[in-house]
């Protein structure tokens, strides 16, 4: 299936980090295999929390909205890339989760409808414990949240553990199943 | 002895900050000073980026920093959005890294030893067990800077049974306060 959008955003701080680099390397894949990619990295954006107006729940008007959002309406895969912080998703990653209420039922029909069905999910976490498997829960968080309120088909996982002494740049192996996994989207 | 507050979440005037208020009404009655901090109220940004090393924005969170290294007692607040604290109070923890012994050990001196913690969770679910892994997630990072004495909060059901609608679940906010 040529022609269809890749999206990769990537949550923590750094914009030439390791989960910058995984995640890239997902997409070359997919742009062999003749895919539009769009990479998103939510440190250049201005994302705020969901607020409350009048009682209600309102998302604000800002880059999640304006930048990500015709992004989200038309892709065909997501890829997802974080470093684990506190055991968990960081920061950047959580808030780009919560505001993708936005196009959840419990928000409206009407939203949920712009949000393209069976969208294939990757799920890359950077970590700095030399342990592969160490945050599987969290992987596994993501994936149940993504086919749950979205109705993504997840497609697979990518770990790269013990970054510092093991900078992705350095694993070939690693680069080599990301884009090999890119080409297969 | 200091209370901290510290609650995530859109709402100013929800059932997490009501809850969360009730603990610091107990703390009160047994004579702690208390603080309330609603992060809906701030301007706290992500961690940032300086020549690839982590970098902290001078933002709202400075404002938190004296209370923070006086206080005695620490209790979080937050409504569960999928599964885990929402992005306000994430946000918040991930801030914390200022204090970790990773980042630098002279901060790390500055948070106080052995400060007590109360969890307070608030959700739609109706089983107050729901979410017990995000509660043993906040207390794993909690021991990681030595707190202790760490006490759960839950409201489930809050569609149906706001806070306000249990008297039972105040007094035992309160109560937990008081034995801080």
Not at chain 1, 115 to 140: H, R, S
Not at chain 2, 149 to 163: N, Q
Request: some cysteine; overall charge negative; glycine content about 10%.
């Amino acid at each position: 299936m040529a022609d269809m959008k890749v999206l990769g955003v990537v949550g923590g701080p750094h914009r030439e980090g390791n989960t910058v680099r995984l995640v890239e390397a997902v997409l070359e894949g997919a742009r062999e295999a003749g895919h539009e990619t769009v990479l998103v990295k939510l440190a250049d954006l201005e994302v705020r929390h969901i607020e409350e107006k009048g009682g209600k729940l309102y998302y604000p008007e800002d880059d999640m909205a304006r930048k990500l959002g015709p992004h989200l309406e038309s892709m065909g895969a997501l890829v997802l890339g974080t470093p684990i912080y506190y055991d968990h998703v960081d920061s950047r990653m959580k808030q780009f989760v919560d505001r993708l209420h936005y196009w959840s039922k419990t928000h409206g029909d009407e939203y949920r409808r712009r949000f393209p069905d069976g969208v294939k999910v990757v799920n890359c976490i950077t970590c700095g414990w030399d342990d592969p498997e160490a945050y599987d829960e969290v992987l596994d968080w993501m994936t149940e949240r993504m086919e749950h309120y979205w109705r993504m088909r997840h497609v697979a996982d990518l770990r790269a553990e013990g970054t510092g002494g093991k900078p992705v740049s350095s694993r070939k192996d690693l680069l080599e199943r990301a884009r090999r996994l890119g080409r297969s989207l | 002895m200091k209370v901290l507050g510290v609650v995530g979440g859109p709402r100013s005037a929800g059932n997490t900050v009501r809850l969360v208020e009730a603990v610091l009404e107990g703390a009160r009655e047994a004579g702690r000073e208390t603080v309330l901090f609603k992060l809906a109220e701030l301007d706290i940004g992500h961690i940032g980026d300086r020549d690839g090393e982590v970098a902290f924005p001078e933002d709202d969170f400075d404002k938190m920093k004296p209370h923070i290294e006086s206080m005695g007692a620490l209790v979080l607040g937050s409504p569960i959005y999928y599964g885990q604290l929402d992005s306000r109070m994430m946000t918040f923890i991930n801030r914390l890294y200022y204090y970790s012994s990773y980042y630098s050990e002279e901060n790390r001196r500055r948070l106080p030893k052995g400060v007590r913690a109360v969890n307070v969770i608030t959700y739609g679910q109706d089983d107050p067990h729901y979410y017990d892994d995000v509660l043993e997630w906040a207390k794993d990072m909690e021991k990681d800077y030595d707190m202790k004495g760490i006490r759960s909060l839950v409201a489930e059901g809050t569609g149906d049974k706001p806070v306000e609608s249990r008297p039972r679940l105040l007094n035992r906010a309160r109560e937990i306060g008081r034995m801080l």
